[in-house]
């Protein structure tokens, strides 16, 4: 999953989510129902958080559930990721 490759940055990653998006690719979610989201903040990738954040912020991926019923804010808050926490909930 793109939101995974620790060799790439923030930037780049958004980059290809667009070039992603722009070709029609529909992120769903992953086997666990992750979504991008999900991913970003599992990583604690805060700026990628907030990358996703705005360009998705009308899109179910900032409340999205996966199939452990978690939200991102909610898997941010179980492990005290204040920054990815202050993010989603802004």
Do not use: Q, W
């Amino acid at each position: 999953m793109l939101c995974g490759c620790k060799s790439l940055s923030a930037d780049e990653k958004m980059y290809l989510m667009g070039v992603a998006i722009s070709k029609g690719a529909k992120f769903v979610g992953d086997k666990l129902k992750n979504t991008p989201l999900h991913v970003a903040v599992t990583g604690r990738d805060a700026h990628l958080v907030k990358e996703l954040v705005a360009t998705f912020r009308d899109n179910m991926y900032t409340e999205g559930k996966n199939k452990n019923d978690d939200r991102p804010i909610d898997i941010a808050t179980r492990y005290g990721m204040t920054e990815i926490v202050r993010i989603l909930s802004a």
